[in-house]
């Protein structure tokens, strides 16, 4: 009798250890399920790579993203009301302007890029296009090139703000609207990305992208000035001289952007489904060593560390991610 109380008292204490492995297991299990992220479509090859190695890392965390145009994105939080943990601009004034304060606190910035006039080899005039002569190229019966939907994209009403730059620069009166007299409006696509499969297959002979974008697909490229190609924020006050009108936050209502180098910019939507997930991935996209390295690896130059424009919007950053920025205007 005793030998078999003696069973049952090691049974019972072996399942009460065991349910407190257990018990211990889930208190210490980090964050899981699905992450939703809005990011604009110049950043879907570089976020597919992220994608892959953080859940490599993170097994119980699902990223689920869709690539849009960056205002597409915005309002599809804002009028749509579709759920999401994540968004990331190609213009983080997109996130300053039409999230922030109802639906985002805070803003982090952490890459940059620049225009290029994208082009293949069957391209007309392929063979003679260059940084000087390209605005007459696109000006010649014939050619068709085109760009993004500049009230969805910013790629869009930063192609116009090059345009006018362009003139400018090239001192020749008039060229903006001579070059826009050649370019239909069903030259006109929703994101910039969208213009890649026209160039491959030959239905358009130039389009405008970023210069990431032309590297990640093979693309040739005309590579323009500083003073051109919105990728210096050296010349800031000089782009601040291109002005674009586009849709604004409110049915019917328009608002200006005025041109400004090209930085992209990243928030936790307020309300996300997953937040703690959410912030251990901006945690990997942040990093130096993580998602920054994946954008550089991938011909898009990060901000090393990623930056927001005050102490307090720092304050108010998550306390992991604090440490991933620096305060820089």
Partial sequence: MKQKWAVVFITVVCLVFSFQLLSAGKQEAGPEGSVVIFHAGSLAVPFEEMEKRFEAMHPDIDILREAAGSQKCARMITDVGKPCDIMASADYKVIDKLLIPGFAGWNIRFATNQLVLCYTETSRYAEEVNEDNW???????????????????????????????????????????SLIANRPDSNIRPKSVELISLLQTGNMDYAW??????????????????????????????????????????????????GKSVTYGVTLVKGAPNPDAAVLFLEYLLDPEGGLKVLKEMGQPPFVPARVPSDEMKGILPDSLKALVEVKD
Avoid at 138 to 160: Q, T
Avoid at 245 to 257: A, L, R
């Fill in 135 to 177: 605005y007459e190229i696109l000006k010649r019966p014939g050619v068709v090139w085109g760009h993004s939907d500049p009230n969805l994209d910013p790629c869009g009403y930063r192609s116009l703000m090059v345009l006018q730059l362009a003139e400018r620069y090239h001192g020749v009166r008039g060229l903006y609207d």
């Fill in 209 to 258: 992208e970023y210069r990431s974008v032309a590297v990640q697909h093979d693309l040739n490229f005309v590579t323009l000035p500083d003073e051109v190609n919105l990728g210096s924020y050296r010349f800031d006050d000089l782009y601040d001289t291109a002005v674009v009108t586009v849709t604004g936050k409110e049915p019917d209502t328009f608002m200006e952007i005025r």
